[in-house]
């Protein structure tokens, strides 16, 4: 890349300056705030929630099947993956690959994606500011570079774009991948040669597709954001052979692909991603429309005002930069987005993290037209060094507070206890896993089912077919089970099998071992408030203030097992 630092300019060194200073400040704190994240996902031992456990598990999947080297269990390992598809398990996977699997290499994909997303970004910004025929002054050709690091900038200081990306979660490979389609947009808008461009082309609805097939929510933004801004590119009604062969290209591609995951993954498990998610608010309400915009000022900016400077300055380069087709790729998604989160009323905060990048784009274009403005006329060039100056000063005042409170709100969202690590590892230490286990009594979100069955396969070697691990009161967990496609529990899969009360359960002999976890400072446990006696089975316990690990040994009961 040809930095413009080495064509400085005595009229225009002010400028100078005043970009290479904000430069110096946004790059060593994005470097220092990855330092920061790889760090803290190297030596967090948190166990996932019931989310993170979800992905973690599909990556053993195929990291199973990998090592095995078993094309029958990859196959499987991927199709099964119905309701949240297969592209972030592959990364995740390939960590295990190269690190064994733990909870550090399944979170450390994300701070290596948002790596990537970061500063494609910045370069991203760059490439398409630089293509500018209006540049006629010396210091044009800085400002791309002003707003390549003004889109960085926005990123790292992003509350809730940062924090996630230390989970094993889905967002940042999707942000990851929407960076990278529109950089191939940009690439396709300075070829002319009609063959490679529809190569180029045919590669966007490719990357696309493996947007859909990390999140099929993804996919609804992106899906119509590249047809929109193929078909734009001239006026309405003058659509040429071009285009039309270009929407042909990109709709057989998505026929294609879609036909064939719908055929070899579990239909009625993938319908129920757009059917069975919770509905939090009514889909007219003020509540609902106003969700995302309060979100994007309090959650993805620091404060208010950088949100609404992001939010306009993306106006801005969105109507400025329109003939550019990774630009039009990029507005079409966000105005698909915009429709689809309108009608759906499953609100979360991290539904708009794989378009947040987008925003962030448009904002750094919108700025360099806006210093391209100012320094264009002479009353108002000696603003730009100030215009500058100001707008980091902004975004450095904001991000005090948030970069202060970072370790804690990156402990905070693995919403877990380290401790919770050391219990489950005690618990399945105990048993022996080719037996089939029951878990009973404390039971959350952070400490949960998939969860320890993760930690089965990883200590046991299994697939988790071949684990039988299940979680009484069987109903906490049998609908979660059955809407994602995992394993079902013995009681979902064997009517006949009793499902109360536990002495029943323990008296068809079918499970070997149970884990019971009791907080002390609760009254009862489920054994002991349903009055089951347990006396006369060997145990091991061990203490977790507040709570208490028991192992019971069910079957073949000898003196060895310690109690």
Known sequence: MNLPFTHANRKTAQIHAAIFLASVITVIAALTLLIFLADTVATTTIPFDSDEAEHAVDAWQVYHSLIRLNLGDLFQAITSQSFYPFINSLFVAISYLLAGASVVSSRIPSVLLFALTVFGLGWLTFRIAQRQ???VNPADQWFPWTGAIFAIALAITSPIFVTNAVLCMLEMTGAMLAVLLILIGDQIDQIRRQRSRLIGIAIAAFVVMAIVLTK???????IPGLLAALVTATKPGKLGRQVWLETTVVLGIYAAVLVLW??????????MFFTNHPSYVDVWSVENFLYYPIVWLNEYSTKKPVGLLSLTFAVIGAVRYWKHLPVRIGVWSVLAATVVLGISTTNSQRHILVIAPVIWMLAGLGLVKVLQWLNRRIKTRPFVVGTIGLIWALLIVCAIEPASQLHARLIKVFEGLPVYAEMQEFGLQGVDLNQPVLLLGFNNDQYNLLAIRWRA??????????LNI????????EIYLRRT??????????????????????DSGYYAYIIETRNLQEQSSILHSEQHSLDNYPTVAQQFYPWLVTVYKIENQDHSFNS
């Open 485 to 506: 496609g995992r394993k079902p529990q013995k009681v979902s899969v064997d009517p006949s099998f009793p499902r109360q009360p536990l002495d029943a359960i323990l």
């Open 133 to 135: 025929e209006d540049a």
């Open 216 to 222: 099929y929510s993804f996919g609804l933004f992106y």
């Open 470 to 477: 299940d979680q009484f009161p069987f109903e906490q967990r």
């Open 262 to 271: 719908i055929l070899v993954t579990d239909r009625p498990t993938m319908w």
């Open 457 to 466: 396969a990883v200590l046991s070697g299994k697939r988790l077919e071949d």
